[in-house]
């Protein structure tokens, strides 16, 4: 039975709506087979992936292939397949927690991703039946390993601007393209890849092409900053020789296809940050409790707690809002038919509706990750300088998190541009709300929360979003259409809404838990609730302040910067003592607990 | 061929031991299969692939050891039994755990039952032989090798770092010493069909048992963790006098001569 469509939570719609625990997945939420799933792909990158990461670092690729071989032995290369092509056809928390345990293996779990996101995903959901036939089965256990080409030298966020071209050869057999594709993951030694291309150089359309087809072949391998253990090559294509039978989708609709690879590709970079901030932070703790100086651990100084504390208070935050996007994509999934759910379109479509979710994970989480092996570095000291610790490979992996599946700009951008259409597609009731906002602010009365566990928390949550309606319904009043061409201003609305959306998933999961495990056994999610919600908040007036000064002048100005005042009032909490009492279970655990 | 493997539920080998109240503090600690009993469910799951059968996995303790049955279930033994004594025994000891098992096995007729050397908690190394006892058959321990043809068994086992290997028959039990196998980890497939695989649970009723019948023959009197290691000394000077100062230091301070 599938549940009424009011219950399903719409995309974007947390900005506007009060959103209930019981409506959140969270990580405690996890089956047994979910644990279990995670327990062998943890051991799995222990066991058979870092004890070659060396070799894989020096880009010895036999062994990728072998692992990821290895992998599909495993089962872990076929979550995403349905069964009857040889996959298992699990629910998205599944591929969700694989992609976070692989991501300890750095560069080769960019490898593992790439194979069986965006390399696998566009024949899954968009493949015709002979096609999933063909390729379905041995992609799900490796015997076949995909990469996917959509990036060109000339355009990199500007996708659709791509210059390779596609012609249908005489006969009418194959389509003959030509161009040349930059920075292919696993170009190295992929069988099959996914190649966007123009027919007649007007119809954007995605194919199948297999690496043996005539004409087609690879670059060198580039010198790259990080993730070294992964293949990146040019793939190029001169004449080569496509069946006709191999265009992916339809043709010129090949963007469908690739905006909604691109959201899949987002959230799974934000599971994968997660994980390679937990594996960072881990090895963080650790050494910071070998490591002594004045005789003294320097995990023991305050400083060091300072910092642990805070970094954990951000993976709680990125954890808990990734694993809710997530569950949002099965709910949405569940209310689709039984033949919905084989119509891989209709699944794009579930997880499309949270598009602002899927880049909003991917922009928060990758920057939580970056501030994590930072700061991990920080703590090393100068051995984190070294290349014999670990923390300096996952220091160099971790930059091109924050530029690949559309750079966090770009993401940031997306946000604010997708509300308001949104908002113009009456798909959320974003400009009534705001309408409403103005004559409420108007007789605004200070609130005061009550000192029970959250109660500040969930009202900082709540006048969050307050405070981002009335700064964009401001800027959309002044700019109108133009609002596009202020991206300060536009950016500024992105973060708010992200620091809302990370806020209002640690309450919710904090809340969920207390109400399950009872207060005492959930200790440590609500000091991370608390230390993150403060600081979070802090930074939303702040952003939400620079709108309004930007924006109003005179009057208005002074008017909202009150309404601002007012929006933003409250006790602010000791977050040095929280971050002290919250470190000190880190420090004994040795790492992120929750 | 009928396999049983005697499993135990402990704490992950990276758990921090801390104490609170006389008792080994289990809040928030994470538990695994007993490692030594993972190289008994890997070659109860070799012998089966290669003379047929079925692998039976068998725990005494609580609800939570499903978990670690579950896991020997998807590593691909075919059946498991938890016999829950949760609610019946709050004291108990190796004598009650073996004879809890002797009785459940009394009837079940095993040719081969595997069992980890040690659990590396309590690390007594008494419920496998106990369990042999009771039942009446031989066992060898610490084993780091095992073949089987018809009723013939050749069995390798490990004597402080030597081989010695031993001819005898079945039925058996033996437990299992580290380097017998390289135990698998459950692969997707094996968790999804762990799920359909049948997980019986048998309380002490169930057994024909009384809770007099498996009273712990043992009495623990204290828990105490390892007093903390102090730093080291460097002795300093002539080389006679530090060899003197050593004999005297190991008399007087250390008295272990």
Partial sequence: MSKSVEQVVKGGSFLIDEIRPEQVYTPEDFTEEHEMIAKTTEEYVENEVLPVIEKLENHEFDHSVRLLKKAGELGLLGTDVPEEYGGFGLDKITSALIAEKMARAGGFSISHGAH???GSLPIVLFGNEEQKKKYLPKLATGELLAAYALTEPGSGSDALGAKTTAKLNADGTHYILNGEKQWITNAGFADVFVVYAKIDGEKFTAFIVEREYPGVSVGAEEKKMGIKSSSTRTLIL??????????????????????????????KLGVGAVGGAKSAFEITVKYAN????????????NLTKEKLATL???????????????GLFEEKMKQLTEEEQKDGKEIAAAIAEYAIECSLNKFFNTEVLDHVVDE?????????????????RAYRDSRINRIFEGTNEINRLLVPGTFVRKAFKGEL???????????????????????????QEKYLVRNAKKVALMSAGLALQKYGQELDKEQEILVNFADIVSHIYAMESVVLRTEKAIERDGLENSKQKLLYTEIFCQEAFNRIESDAKETIVAVADGD??????????????????????????????????????? | MNIYVLLKRTFDTEERITISGGRINEDGAEFIINPYDEYAV??????RDEHGGEVTVVTVGGEDAEKQLRTALAMGADKAVLINIEDDLDVTDQYTTAKIIATYLGDKEPDLILAGNVAIDNGTGQVGPRVADLLGIPYITTITDLKIDGDKVTVVKDVEGDEETIETTLPLLVTAQQGLNEPRYPSLPGIMKAKKKPLDELELDDLDLDEDDVEAKTKTIEVFLPPAKSAGKVLEGELDDQVKELVSLLHNEAKVI
């Fill in chain 1, 116 to 118: 069986v996101g965006i």
């Fill in chain 1, 238 to 267: 001169e004449d080569a020789q496509v069946p006709v039978e191999n265009v992916l989708g339809e043709i010129g609709k090949g963007h469908k296809i690739a905006f909604n690879i691109l959201n899949i590709g987002r959230y």
């Fill in chain 1, 290 to 301: 070998e490591r002594k100086q004045f005789h003294t651990p320097i995990s023991s100084f």
């Fill in chain 1, 312 to 326: 954990a208070s951000e993976i709680y935050a990125a954890e808990s809002a990734v694993y809710r996007t997530v």
């Fill in chain 1, 376 to 392: 991990g570095v920080q703590i090393h000291g100068g051995y984190g300088f070294m290349e014999e610790y670990e923390i300096e």
């Fill in chain 1, 429 to 455: 009731p974003l400009l009534e709300k705001a309408q409403s906002l103005q004559e409420e602010i108007m007789m605004l009365m200070p609130e005061e929360p009550g000192d029970e566990p959250l109660a």
């Fill in chain 1, 556 to 594: 208005n100005l002074r008017m909202m910067l009150s309404a601002l005042r007012k929006l933003t009032r409250h006790n602010p909490i000791n977050v040095i003592a929280k971050k002290r009492e919250a470190a000190a279970t880190i420090i004994e655990k040795e790492k992120y607990v929750v």
């Fill in chain 2, 42 to 47: 890997e070659e109860a799951i070799q012998v």
